[in-house]
């Protein structure tokens, strides 16, 4: 968590109280994607025991709170300009080998990532970085790297940029195809 305050996150639990007074903490930093405004939402969550239905559920509910409500935000929800890292922390001693690629949620401008943290035994399982390319695996890599599973800083809204530019020059060729053959 001291990883997180370096690197511009904020929360309103008090860093000197620590996290095991809470049943979540939230850290979250503003961003700036080209011109459209978002967030980096970072969710720690204890839970007693992790199963599938939880995974779901909390895939779900988090996405739906951070989408986009504003026309404006709708708009440029093309960037993905929301991540939240949801990381579920097991109170057991369990290891988990659960497929987290599923329940990776897109929808309305955010992007949902879980993961699953165990302390007990040192573990950390991340969505698999081998059948994920696109936007979502450099914001994996990312969070390994808040977490110091990755030496190199990671520019995970690098892709997502770049494929909004290239979204909008087949637009415009498109459009540029409509007139000329309006005229034609």
């Known amino acids: 968590m001291q990883r997180l ?14 996290w ?3 049943f ?21 969550t204890r ?23 504003k026309p404006i935000d709708k708009l440029l929800s093309v960037l993905q300009s929301t991540t939240i890292y949801h990381c579920l922390v097991t109170e057991n001693e369990q290891p988990h080998n659960e497929l987290l690629n599923q329940f990776i949620t897109r929808g309305g401008g955010a992007t949902f990532i879980p993961v699953v943290m165990v302390p007990a035994i040192n573990q950390v399982l991340y969505p698999s970085l081998e059948e994920r390319v696109g936007t979502v695996r450099p ?14 800083a990671v520019n995970m809204h690098k892709g ?8 909008m020059a087949v637009l415009a060729v498109v459009l540029v195809a409509i007139v000329f053959s309006a005229f034609a």
């Open 5 to 18: 305050r370096e690197e511009g996150f904020s929360s309103d639990v008090n860093p000197d109280e620590g």
């Open 139 to 152: 914001r994996i890599e990312y969070l390994q790297y808040l977490l110091n599973e990755r030496r190199d």
């Open 24 to 44: 979540e903490v939230i850290y979250r930093r503003d961003e700036k994607i080209s011109f459209a405004n978002g967030e980096t939402v970072v969710i720690f």
């Open 160 to 167: 997502t940029v770049q494929a909004f530019y290239i979204s």
């Open 47 to 69: 839970i007693p025991e992790l199963n599938e239905r939880i995974l779901r559920q909390t895939s779900e509910s988090v996405v739906n709170l951070y989408r986009a409500k």
């Open 20 to 22: 095991q007074e809470h």
